[in-house]
């Protein structure tokens, strides 16, 4: 039986900068943290701010739900930071606090609860039911934060066991945030389901595997390779080592032969990789094949191999400049140097980390980043002009690959591209919209037609008389359907802008692009809002969105007033529900409005309606004006206006109800990603010059129902 792990001290707690950190570092259960001790440690500090750091493969799965129950109860004060690794039972116990954060090189997996057990057939179908139990618990935890997953879908990822990397886990919403990456070690454990060779070694500093981890099948070879567990009979994929129902070995000899034959496989892809880089940047410079024959049977390195192009192309050799960098971690060098380019642009105004950029070589132009990056590669730069120095920069971000992301050892793919995206990212947030103030938001998976299905109360109760039988309750629905496509442009920073060390075009000109995007958006929003000549979009029972079945449009109302918003106010509250079925009692919204939304023509008439406590409209003063408190918010926007005056619409107007009460318009996100995406990469022959950009953005938007939105074309009827 092996012993258990950090017996006396289970784990730690420290308090810094007022915060109480509770170390979640080994196994959960009898070989690490128990649910007793985590409790009793930890409910002195009940009303306290809290975060708990895990780095655990799991274990127990009661003493995990324990724990988790614990911190769930004061989940407020707690957040959650995923420092390594955070599997099985682990990965469920930080979802309880309020927020989870997880760093940019950790992983979490999620499986099946599993359990080994000997006994006859009714122990055996007992144990299944506590597992299926298990499981469901499981399910419920992960889809309340894995908004738009079904628990048929995460049943399935349970399943597959699924691994996830942190920005995997942010785009499903196991996490909240993405933080920098730490130094960390392999949690100590007792289970079989370690990280897979191929990641260990990026999420953990000692990581080493003796054990070779299974390997999940590509779909083409599903049903091949099968191996069978000697002790149970399991099937598992090939490189299997441990049995995930009883625990027990499989057969290692066939393991190690496999892990061996998949080793010699990446060696040779690795290869072809080295001879194509090696050829590409070669062929760039015209050199004699007799000299690229020299360097590839020469067995060296890429970068290597560049070096030694570059002096045969005669780039002067180096001289000592001043200028230290040091070698402590790409993670490292690359925050700092987006940081210090962002704080020099003027795209970062925080003090903290205006004052982080002098706590190591600053980065002070585009110049200086291509030669630290350049010599953090070995590649040989202090004597270049601006133009070599461009040129090689350049050259080591092609390589052809399809993405500047994480090519060959270059930090500077990874440094342009952070910093691009954030002043793209800062436009998006900066811009001058308003959509978003009124738009529902919605998270699709992927392009196939989605479905927004309102469903109605039950059947109104009846009086049963004595002796009756109960009549069957009903329910009806109505669908409505919308879908998201890809929107994107291309964009290049030129050779030019990289040669005169021009930061704006890294930032502001970036920055810029992301205003645009933000709004294009919200001028196809306002379209779509307006389409068919202000009715809207034509819904699943056929009649425009605005339309009088809908009970949801006013034309004789007029402009906002006093009496009109009280018109408009009356029709939303008594909004007629979905029915259940004919006969039933006429249900109502009784919602109220949250927005008043209209173009620029009346804002400043709307300002004075709700600004002002006495009924502007009254010729007796003193009036009371109801909407003065009523806490209706103004959304004014000139895009919408230019629809309405297209349509002859000029003074129309909106009120909508708080779309988390009664959603009605929206917009629609492909995998919940509300902000556009970069792929960058050396433009090629016959192209502009530079940095080549694909800039996408998946979304697209929807009506959800029309009881929540009204509809007033602020024309006075005769």
Not at 354 to 360: E, L, Q, T, Y
Request: hydrophobic residues 35%; negative net charge; aromatic residues 6%.
């Amino acid at each position: 039986m092996p012993k258990p792990i950090n017996k006396k001290h289970p784990f730690s707690m420290k308090a810094i900068s007022g915060i109480i950190e509770v170390l979640l570092y080994s196994d959960v259960g009898m070989w690490g943290i128990t649910a007793e001790n985590f409790r009793n440690s930890v409910k002195e500090l009940a009303g306290q701010k809290k975060k708990l750091k895990v780095n655990s493969y799991g274990g127990e799965v009661f003493d995990g739900f324990a724990i988790y129950n614990s911190i769930k109860e004061d989940s407020e004060n707690w957040t959650a930071e995923i420092d390594g690794v955070a599997a099985s039972i682990a990965s469920i116990i930080p979802l309880a606090a309020k927020t989870v954060k997880m760093r940019s090189n950790a992983m979490i997996m999620i499986h099946n609860p599993s359990v080994g057990i000997w006994g006859d057939e009714d122990d055996l179908r007992k144990e299944a039911d506590v597992l299926k139990k298990l499981k469901d618990s499981a399910i419920d935890i992960y889809a309340s934060r894995m908004k738009g997953w079904s628990k048929e879908d995460i049943s399935a990822l349970m399943d597959d066991e699924t691994w996830y990397t942190a920005k995997e886990a942010l785009s499903v919403g196991l996490i909240d945030e993405i933080i920098d990456p730490i130094e960390v070690e392999e949690p100590e454990t007792n289970r079989s389901d370690r990280l897979p060779s191929s990641i260990g070694k990026s999420v953990f500093v000692n990581y080493k595997q003796d054990a070779i981890p299974p390997v999940k099948e590509p779909e083409s070879n599903k049903g091949e390779n099968i191996m069978k567990c000697p002790s149970c009979g399991k099937d598992h994929g090939e490189g299997a080592v441990f049995c995930s129902s009883c625990g027990k070995p499989m057969d290692n000899a066939t393991s190690l032969k496999m892990a061996a034959d998949r080793e010699r496989n990446e060696a040779v892809v690795a290869e072809r990789e080295r001879v194509k880089n090696i050829t590409a940047l070669a062929g760039k410079h015209s050199l004699e094949a007799k000299f690229v024959d020299e360097l590839i049977s020469g067995g060296k390195s890429y970068e290597e191999c560049a070096v030694k192009i570059l002096e045969k192309i005669d780039v002067p050799p180096p001289v000592q400049h001043g200028v230290v960098v040091k070698k402590d971690g790409s993670d490292k060098f690359i925050g700092h140097a987006t940081n210090c380019l962002m704080v020099f642009s003027g795209m970062e105004k925080d003090p903290t980390k205006m004052a982080d950029v002098h706590k190591d070589v600053p980065v002070e132009s585009v110049h200086s980043l291509l030669r630290m990056s350049l010599e953090r590669s070995n590649v040989k730069c202090s004597h270049m002009n601006d133009v070599n120095l461009v040129d090689t920069a350049l050259s080591m971000l092609g390589r052809g690959k399809a993405s500047m992301s994480g090519t060959g050892s270059s930090d500077l793919p990874l440094i342009l591209e952070n910093v691009i995206t954030k002043s793209m990212v800062k436009g998006t947030q900066e811009a001058d919209t308003t959509y978003k103030k009124v738009a529902g938001v919605r998270r699709v998976n992927d392009f196939r037609e989605n479905n927004i299905v309102d469903i109605s109360g039950l059947a109104d109760i009846k009086e049963i008389p004595e002796g009756s039988s109960f009549e069957d309750s009903k329910r009806s629905d109505s669908k409505e359907t919308f879908g998201v496509s890809t929107k994107g442009r291309m964009r290049t920073i030129t050779r030019n802008a990289l040669i005169n060390d021009d930061m704006g075009a890294l930032t502001n000109e970036q920055y810029k692009f992301g205003v645009s995007v933000e709004t294009t958006k919200n001028y196809m929003f306002y379209q779509y809002l307006t389409q068919n000549a202000m009715l809207g979009k034509t819904m699943g029972d056929g009649n425009a969105l605005f339309h009088t079945a809908h009970s949801n449009i006013k034309t004789t109302s007029g402009i906002p007033s006093v009496s009109s918003l009280d018109t408009a106010r009356k029709m939303l509250r008594e909004m007629p529900m979905l029915a259940a079925e004919n006969g039933v009692i006429t249900r109502r919204s009784n919602v109220p409005p949250k927005f008043l939304l209209t173009g620029t023509t009346m804002e400043t008439a709307v300002q004075q309606l709700l600004g002002t406590s006495f009924d502007p409209s009254k010729a007796i003063a003193g009036v009371v004006n109801p909407f003065y408190s009523s806490g209706i918010i103004l959304v004014s926007d000139a895009d919408l206006q230019g629809f309405m005056d297209t349509n002859s619409k000029g003074n129309a107007w909106y009120i909508l109800a708080d779309q988390m009460r009664r959603e009605s318009i929206g917009i629609a996100y492909l995998n919940g990603m509300e902000a556009p995406v970069i792929r960058s990469i050396e433009s090629g022959v016959g192209e502009a010059l530079g940095i080549k950009m694909d800039v996408y953005h998946d979304f697209g938007f929807y009506v959800a129902g029309w009881r929540g939105i009204i509809y007033n074309d602020g024309t006075t009827g005769g």
